[in-house]
């Protein structure tokens, strides 16, 4: 039987990506003020304007157990082998709660074949691994190859991104107050990253420009060392200079990589504006690197992500 992925609404893949290789996406939820909003559900550009008004920050659940239970049990009553691929644990309940889901199942159905995986990130380096996954499975791989897709691309990946201000993250407990006003004062711009699913200072630097040209000399480099695997630029509600990343990628690599934006459970705490590159290299040949980043960018036009 063919392999089933499942992954959260932070991986951000386009709707005609995960429509095509057929992804169930379990979603996270936003709730800002007196509102509620499952991730998938809410329109970025309607979701930013919102939080822009509302004098509250907003705050983030996982979805409840049930949830897990209903996708993963449709898949497993099927006979068919469960590969998920969920946001990071440190970042999130969401892995732990899939996990308890699938302890649930396996008490009912022994013989079920679920694998839970830890992305260790968030975003579309989370998605690149869930593509690759998806990927296998469309092509018929085994249960074993289909994770091991994943893993391989884990492994093998890297989120770099540039927050435009640093409230968002001083109001969501990820930067101190001390250091936000210090790097306002300084107009010190912080380079990000995701290490062992945690998200860390990779660099800081003294302004936006320096910031971006930080993060595409490291993704050059990688690819240099290690080989082109695949790409995609992020943005939050900040698409002419996603835009503008993406033109300085493809003169430098000739390939064009998708720009998809990030939602609200993710942009809630880094703040509109931010600017970043996922990506993962291999070690082998880059062949067939310009057919992958066109692939994505073709579906990622018409299938935007929420």
């Known amino acids: 039987m063919t392999v089933k992925i499942v992954t959260d609404s932070t991986s951000y893949l386009p709707q005609n990506l995960r429509r095509e290789l057929d992804v169930d996406v379990i979603s996270l939820n936003v709730h800002l003020g007196n509102e509620s909003f499952r991730e998938v559900e809410i329109d970025n550009h309607v979701f930013y304007q919102k939080m822009a008004a509302c004098k509250q920050f907003p705050t983030t659940s996982q979805p409840a157990v049930q949830e897990f239970v209903t996708v993963f049990e449709r898949h497993v009553q099927a006979d068919e082998p469960v590969v998920a691929i969920f946001l990071s644990s440190k970042m999130s309940g969401t892995f732990s709660t899939a996990s308890l889901a699938r302890q649930m199942l396996l008490e009912r159905y022994p013989q079920a074949e679920i694998e839970i995986i830890d992305s260790k990130s968030n975003s579309m380096e989370m998605g690149l691994a869930v593509l690759n996954a998806a990927r296998a499975a469309k092509a018929g791989k085994t249960f074993a190859e289909v994770k091991a897709a994943a893993e391989h691309t884990i492994a093998r990946s890297r989120f770099l991104f540039v927050p435009e201000k640093l409230d968002y993250l001083k109001k969501g407990g990820r930067l101190s107050s001390a250091a936000a006003l210090i790097g306002s004062v300084l107009q010190i711009k912080p ?11 990779f660099s800081k630097v003294r302004s936006a420009e320096k910031a971006l040209d930080l993060i595409l000399s490291t993704f050059l480099a990688d690819v ?4 082109f695997g695949e790409a995609v630029v992020h943005h939050i509600n900040n698409e002419l200079e996603g835009y503008r990343l993406a033109a300085r990628i493809e ?28 990506y993962y290299t291999k ?12 692939a994505i960018r073709t579906q990622a036009v018409a299938g935007t992500a929420h």
């Open 191 to 201: 380079v990000l990253t995701v290490i062992d699913g945690a998200a860390e200072v």
């Open 224 to 227: 240099k060392e290690k080989g």
């Open 251 to 278: 003169k430098e690599l000739h390939v064009t990589p998708a720009i998809i934006p990030i939602g609200p459970i993710i942009g809630c705490h880094v703040g509109p504006g931010a600017l970043g590159i996922a």
């Open 283 to 294: 070690d082998a040949s880059t062949l067939g690197a310009a057919a992958n980043a066109s």
